[in-house]
């Protein structure tokens, strides 16, 4: 989680809303990591999670990431729930829930619609405090 935390800094201090995402495989070793790159990419689908299970599934050289977990800054929106899905990572660790944007414990719940393929294991709110703060915090100069 604490190499989420980084790559979510480090989006934060590009001006993107502070989300990381890290995905490591079985052993722990970082596969895909990445912060969000909205704004820079002009691209509404270049979420942290997303761009991350991009560079796992290219660094592994296969589209399913089986053995893989992921830990993000923020309870995954519905479409990075979805990326996460069909990627077939085994689990999900996320630190601050998102009762309005979220898609996991909120929302649409992807993991519970009888037409997802792949439920992950999911840890929700795992270091939120320290999420929560950093969010606040980056949003608190933008209002």
């Known amino acids: 989680m604490a190499l989420a935390f980084t790559q979510a800094e480090a989006a934060g201090a590009r001006g993107e809303v ?3 995402a890290v995905v490591v495989d079985s052993h722990g070793v970082v596969v895909g990591a990445a ?6 990419l002009n691209d509404p689908t270049a979420h942290a999670e997303v761009l991350a299970i991009r560079r796992a599934a290219a660094k592994i050289g296969a589209p399913r990431l089986v053995d893989c977990d992921m830990y993000v800054v923020l309870e995954p929106c519905a479409m990075c729930a979805t990326a996460a899905s069909f990627a077939r990572l085994r689990r999900i660790i996320y630190a601050a829930y998102d009762p309005k944007g979220g898609g ?6 992807i993991f519970s619609q009888p037409t997802c393929h792949h ?3 999911v840890v929700g709110g795992v270091e939120a405090a320290r999420a929560e703060a950093l969010l606040k915090a980056f949003f608190a100069v933008r209002r």
Do not use: K, L, T, Y
Not at 35 to 40: F, H, I, K, R, T
Not at 104 to 109: E, F, T
């Open 104 to 109: 996991i414990d909120h929302g649409p719940r």
């Open 119 to 121: 439920r992950p294991d």
């Open 35 to 40: 912060g969000n790159e909205v704004e820079a």
């Open 18 to 20: 502070p989300i990381g």
